[in-house]
């Protein structure tokens, strides 16, 4: 059985850091991808960050990039997102994605962020 278990969310003032990581567990997978999503406003998740196993390709949406740095560890199955210069719009719930290939997709319950002053 396959779990993915995020963790590092919190509160932070604006302008501040937060690091979020998420571990893989379970089933020995072959992980072709990993990522970060948040809950757009219409329901949808939307891609954060995400990364690619094979090649370390990168991918950010235009909110994130240059903020945000996505990395992994290989050997831990994990993946890890730095977080800078939050802002309040960056408020929302965190889930981390694995890609194990042939349309199968593993979740994380998901990490709060909230950014307040």
């Known amino acids: 059985q396959v779990q993915v278990v995020e963790s590092g969310g919190g509160s932070v003032q604006p302008g501040g850091s937060l690091t979020l990581a998420c571990a893989v567990s379970?089933?020995?997978?072959?992980?072709?991808?990993m990522g970060w999503y948040r809950q757009a406003p219409d329901g949808q998740r939307e891609l954060v960050a995400g990364?690619?196993?094979?090649?370390?390709?990168?991918k950010y949406s235009d909110s994130a990039e240059g903020r945000f740095t996505i990395s992994r560890d290989d050997a831990k199955n994990a993946i890890f997102l730095q977080m800078n210069s939050l802002s309040p719009e960056d408020t929302d719930v965190y889930y981390c994605?694995?890609?194990?290939?042939?349309?199968?997709?593993?979740w994380g319950q998901g990490t709060q962020v909230t950014v307040s002053s």
């Open positions: 994605m694995v890609d194990a290939g042939i349309d199968t997709t593993y």
């Open positions: 379970g089933s020995r997978l072959s992980i072709a991808a």
């Open positions: 990364i690619r196993m094979i090649d370390l390709w990168r």
